[in-house]
Nanobody
Framework: QVQLVESGGGLVQPGGSLRLSCVVS????????MGWYRQAPGKQRELVAH???????NYADSVKGRFTISRDNAKNTVYLQMNSLKPEDTAVYYC?????????WGQGTQVTVSS
């Protein structure tokens, strides 16, 4: 059974940075396309970024140039480096395969951008 554990969220001021981590167990991580998603209060969950097994990446327009997704196959971990954070980035952030698997959602990690 695949398990995902996200971490690294917190409270940060506008313009600040955070790095999120997601450890994946129970699957052959290196072949997976992984995504970071977020869900803000009252909004639908959206895809923020994804990275393929060949490390090709894609980003939502709202985070391009500010966020960077990466992976470490030796650690079964996918990262999301978030810079120049804005209040509108406030959300619970989740990792999952891309396309997402309904049964794979973890608890997520809360990111709050506020002064």
């Amino acid at each position: 059974q695949v398990q995902l554990v996200e971490s690294g969220g917190g409270l940060v001021q506008p313009g600040g940075s955070l790095r999120l981590s997601c450890v994946v167990s129970g699957s052959i991580f290196s072949i997976l396309t992984m995504g970071w998603y977020r869900q803000a209060p009252g909004k639908q969950r959206e895809l923020v970024a994804h990275i393929t097994s060949l490390r090709m990446t894609n980003y939502a327009d709202s985070v391009k140039g500010r966020f960077t997704i990466s992976r470490d196959n030796a650690k079964n971990t996918v990262y999301l480096q978030m810079n120049s954070l804005k209040p509108e980035d406030t959300a619970v952030y989740y990792c999952n395969e891309h396309p997402s698997i309904a049964t794979m959602w973890g608890q997520g990690t809360q990111v709050t951008v506020s002064s």
